[in-house]
């Protein structure tokens, strides 16, 4: 991948990610992070194999080794994930922070998390527009 938005859609550049950082949040989608050269290394010895028997919507990731053997292996299939919503809710706030603290910084970004999570019990919707409002970007 050459610029950001290439990396988001090549499955060599987030196997590749994900295996050096350990995650892949929007950070590892800058033009800076899709230029590391380990990456690209890695993501150049990245083969997509697809795998006729295995159900719709479905994948693995493996991992394997010079001697090609299986070092690890990954369940990245999207059903994990759907039938449990308790499982996403970690991962859904960690990227709803990924995504908002560039635009509003840390301290804000954190107290609109804490104002949609108790939203239901909000009488009204002024903490979390005066939150996100322009005239506080100013």
Not at 17 to 31: N, P, Q
Not at 34 to 41: C, E, I, L
Request: proline fraction near 5%.
């Amino acid at each position: 991948a050459r610029t950001g938005l290439e990396a988001k859609f090549s499955l060599a550049h987030v196997c590749a990610r994900a295996l050096i950082s350990g995650r892949v949040g929007m950070a590892e989608f800058t033009e800076d992070a899709v230029s590391d050269t380990a990456v690209r290394a890695l993501a150049s010895r990245v083969e997509l194999r697809p795998d006729p028997a295995m159900p719709r919507f479905t994948s693995t990731v493996s991992v394997f080794t010079a001697a090609t053997e299986v070092s690890r292996s990954f369940d990245v299939s999207r059903r994990r994930w759907l039938s449990s919503p308790d499982e996403q809710w970690d991962p859904l706030t960690v990227k709803f922070l990924d995504l908002v603290t560039p635009a509003l910084g840390e301290s804000t970004a954190n107290a609109l998390y804490d104002a949609i999570v108790t939203l239901e019990s909000a009488e009204n919707l002024e903490a979390v527009a005066g939150l996100v409002s322009p005239a506080r970007s100013q």
